[in-house]
């Protein structure tokens, strides 16, 4: 009787993990098809990427240092005549014309940081793509590992396919007796 019934909780067990790895199957299979991505575009994405990013850091720092010479450098070597200008004709206030030359070096400043904040997204990009690349291996991996289970489940199936019941059939364990029930007769036996 022991028999019979480790039988059918192992034909049970066999199509529970059969169902399992079909839907694993299912679900991972999309998954590593939308992750992966060739060498070649993965590497030209991440070299441009970098590029991209040195390009953005080195102007960020040139704005930087533009917006402390200004008053030397070309095009903005004229808003010094201009407020000087400004100031001897008396059309305008000393602070207007303060605030224009202000004004300039801080639009300056405020591009270069936006240039900086663009250049450290783009490295959290690559960090992130870098990241998914590993995904997609592992899902990889992980789905050469189902394939592999369920190529020997189907094996398996193929070998006692008149012992096995067909997926429609369902397999009906008798109730289990309460542990109270059983007495030291029966464990022994």
Not at 67 to 94: C, E, R
Not at 146 to 174: F, G, H, M, W
Request: avoid cysteine.
């Amino acid at each position: 009787m022991n028999n019979s019934r480790l039988h059918e909780d192992l034909i049970k067990d066999f199509q529970d993990q059969k169902a399992s790895a079909k839907e694993q199957m299912e679900l991972i299979e999309p998954l590593v098809a939308t992750l992966h991505q060739p060498t070649y575009k993965r590497v030209l994405h991440s070299g441009f990427s970098v590029f991209l990013s040195i390009l953005l850091w080195i102007a960020a720092a040139g704005l930087m240092v533009y917006a402390i010479f200004y008053y030397k450098l070309p095009p903005f070597d004229l808003v010094k005549p201009l407020i000087s200008l400004g100031m001897h004709q008396g059309d305008f206030t000393d602070f207007e014309l303060n605030a224009i030359g202000w004004s300039v070096q801080g639009l300056i400043i405020l591009i270069a940081v936006f240039l900086a904040i663009i250049a450290r997204m783009l490295a959290r990009i690559r960090e992130k793509n870098a990241l998914l690349h590993t995904t997609a291996k592992n899902l990889k991996q992980l789905a050469e590992a189902q394939l592999k289970r369920k190529t020997a489940i189907d094996a398996i199936e193929q070998r006692y396919l008149s012992e096995l019941p067909t997926d429609q059939e369902s397999i009906e364990l008798p109730p289990a007796k309460p542990a109270s029930d059983i007495s030291f007769e029966e464990l022994s036996s």
